[in-house]
């Protein structure tokens, strides 16, 4: 049945959630804390399922998710039926116009080098071309070769690199002293 | 009249357009060309007027933009009315849930050393923590020292430096391509 998993669908989490088995098996949150202990980040993850859900189903929503999922055909007896999720938003440049940004990419280890990934990035460029996007950005942690040969190898540019870009981020606390200033 | 200077409002665009002088002086394209030239990356400004207006201004923006205008009774008859901008909009993080993206700011050289810029990103803050957001992430060019301690004297932390995150980006050809892959 291996092959079969070759051809999970990509699909849209805001489109699909309901008619496809209702909350529990397409919880963000279980994916997001896969990742971030992946990623050895886990101490990061301070969100609850409810913000998620707000955030992401409302009316504008903060996001966009696309899941991988194993047909009903090609599914183990205990199989999971979402395997990865990619999670993104779009952003804007003042020089390029509309961005697409790819905050969270994530394949269960046991469904990798299936091309699943590679799908998955596939689709965000579809919906980015499909809206006018100029841009397909995301951020890679430097001590993930992989990932950086696997976006490398599919065109992307390392703009750390390339143009010397570095992410800065003031947390809560440090917002809360801005506003004091 | 140079002290004056110190007390720029900080407005925000899409709300003050039209009832502060239409559409010529509040153009974004003019400082987005600026801040380019700066950044010495202005071959990569490919956008127009109209694309800007298009996204900024309509049901739901694809970023929202604050002007530093120096008040008309501040104003030398030369002088210019809009001297700064930051151009931000809304991204998220399924660790954190919302977050506040600070894409451009730019304060004209001739008023820089008079606390315009600190004025925006506290504008950017106070934004972000209305709006719920737990980040306010920015990216800085590693040769532009005087950003990097911009930032962090205020409190921002690099992140690149500190967790090893670094930008790729999927450029409009490259996107083609993993279409067609």
Sequence with gaps: EVEEHRIPLILDLQLHREDRGGHQSYSPLLYTEELAEFEKL????????????????????FYHCLVAEIPPESREPQGSTVVGYGLYYFTYSTWT?????????????????????????????EVALEKGCSQFRLAVLDWNESAMDFYKARGAKDLTVA????????????????VRM
């Design 97 to 125: 116009g509309r961005n697409v940004y790819l905050e969270d990419i994530y394949v269960m280890p046991k469904y990798r080098g299936q091309g699943i990934g590679s799908k998955i990035i596939k689709k965000v460029a």
């Design 42 to 61: 886990l101490d990061q993850v301070k969100i609850s399922e409810g913000a998620l859900k707000t955030d992401g189903f409302g009316e504008n929503p």
């Design 163 to 178: 143009e010397g870009w570095r992410f800065f981020r003031f947390d809560n606390e440090a917002m809360r002293e801005l």
